[in-house]
């Protein structure tokens, strides 16, 4: 479980990087907007599909505890 909410945190950070690089991106906004667009909507994706593995393991845990 920590492995997984490391990587979920990794994918977050790459998502606030791309955004840090589109803010400094002056020359084209529309292009870098674009491009950061494109960037989160694909690391989202991953976020998608590490949560409900998270989830299981909480609840999971929690079981077991009880």
Known sequence: M???R???AGYRS???RAQ???KDATVDRVKAE???EKIRSKIEGK???VQPKIRE???LKAERKS
Request: hydrophobic share 40%; net charge positive; no cysteine.
């Open 14 to 16: 790459q998502i606030r």
């Open 57 to 59: 393991l909480t609840n």
């Open 34 to 36: 674009r491009k950061f």
């Open 20 to 22: 840090q690089v589109m």
């Open 2 to 4: 920590k492995r997984l």
């Open 47 to 49: 976020i998608d599909k």
């Open 6 to 8: 490391r990587i979920e």
